[in-house]
């Protein structure tokens, strides 16, 4: 049973930081991409952050320079270090993993989709 686990999300205000976490469990922390995703009400879904087991990551261009995606592989635990925060970074995030890997960026795994997917925990920036 593969399960994860978004915790981190809150109100703050606009320049405000934020930090969200994935706890993935079911699976051994190799060979994965595991992507943060986000959906405003109204709005598509899209990608934000991706980390692949090799310590390879990605960015939106909307959050590069604000956001920084790391993992912490002794807990099984990936993170989303949101700073500058806008109010358009509201959204419910998601964290979502795809196993097994081979040859292909954590750009390309996300855009390609993804095996499973967390609950989600919802971030509003507001003033």
């Known amino acids: 049973e593969v399960q994860l686990v978004e915790s981190g999300g809150g109100l703050v205000q606009p320049g405000e930081s934020l930090r969200l976490s994935c706890v993935a469990s079911?699976?051994?922390?190799?060979?994965?991409?595991i992507g943060w995703f986000r959906q405003a009400p109204g709005k598509e879904r899209e990608g934000v952050s991706g980390?692949?087991?090799?310590?390879?990551?990605y960015y939106a261009d909307s959050v590069k320079g604000r956001f920084t995606i790391s993992s912490d592989n002794t807990r099984n635990t990936v993170y989303l270090q949101m700073s500058s925060l806008k109010p358009e970074d509201t959204a419910v995030y998601y964290c979502?993993?795809?196993?097994?890997?081979?040859?292909?960026?954590?750009?390309?795994?996300?855009?390609?989709?993804?095996?499973?997917w967390g609950k989600g925990t919802l971030v509003t920036v507001s003033s």
């Open positions: 980390i692949k087991s090799d310590g390879s990551t």
């Open positions: 079911g699976f051994t922390f190799d060979n994965f991409v």
């Open positions: 979502a993993v795809d196993l097994g890997v081979v040859g292909m960026t954590a750009a390309q795994v996300m855009n390609y989709g993804m095996d499973y």
